[in-house]
């Protein structure tokens, strides 16, 4: 027999906040790395990876958002029964 387990999940404000951020350093992490490079040197490679990696994680967290309308249900299952 399945047990029903009810899960109080938490406001996603913060991370989509986080989510935003991310969207507009991650472009201008790269520009200034860039800027950077041809400016002073190799100082610049950094921005340009973190900036790289930080675009692709915001990419990640935008598909993890879930908009459930009041007095409706979700129901998330993961990995089987």
């Known amino acids: 027999m399945t047990k029903e387990q009810v899960i109080q999940p938490t ?4 991370p989509l906040m ?4 991310l969207m507009v350093g991650a472009p201008t992490g790269v520009v ?4 950077l490079l041809e400016g002073i040197g190799l100082v610049g490679v950094p921005l340009i ?16 958002f879930q908009a459930v309308a009041p007095n409706d249900a979700c129901v998330l299952l993961l990995f089987g029964e």
Do not use: A
């Open 18 to 21: 986080i989510t935003l951020l």
């Open 49 to 64: 990876i973190m900036g790289v990696l930080s675009g692709l994680g915001c990419l990640l967290m935008f598909f993890g």
């Open 11 to 14: 406001s996603g404000w913060f």
């Open 32 to 35: 200034t790395g860039i800027v």
